[in-house]
């Protein structure tokens, strides 16, 4: 069994900062890839970022500039530094990883329950 738990998330006036951080536990043998997808109201959930375990990155055009993704491998952790935040923004954001575990044989996507950004005046 694996679980993700994402914490950091909250409310923020527009050109805030926040850092979500989002960690990988369980009966893990490796992690590939690791990202975080968002959900707005009344929308499709939608990627922002995704990193390799080598480190390589992927953001969406909307986020490129003011997010950055990050992982630690050793505590099986990513990280997502959002800054000049706006009220679009606002969303519930999940953690994905794409584990692999010897009760599975293969990587398997795991998800986190999700944490609340809301960024308002």
């Known amino acids: 069994q694996v679980q993700l738990v994402e914490s950091g998330g909250g409310s923020v006036q527009p050109g805030g900062s926040l850092r979500l951080s989002c960690a990988a536990s369980g009966r893990i043998f490796a992690i590939n890839a690791m990202g975080w997808y968002r959900r707005a109201p009344g929308k499709q959930r939608e990627l922002v970022a995704t990193i390799t375990s080598g480190g390589a990155t992927n953001y969406a055009d909307s986020m490129k500039g003011r997010f950055t993704i990050s992982r630690d491998n050793a505590k099986n952790t990513v990280y997502l530094q959002m800054n000049s935040l706006k009220p679009e923004d606002t969303a519930v954001y999940y953690c994905?990883?794409?584990?692999?575990?010897?009760?599975?044989?293969?990587?398997?996507?795991?998800w986190g329950q999700g944490t609340q950004v809301t960024v308002s005046s």
């Open positions: 994905n990883a794409e584990v692999y575990t010897t009760a599975t044989m293969t990587y398997v996507d795991y």
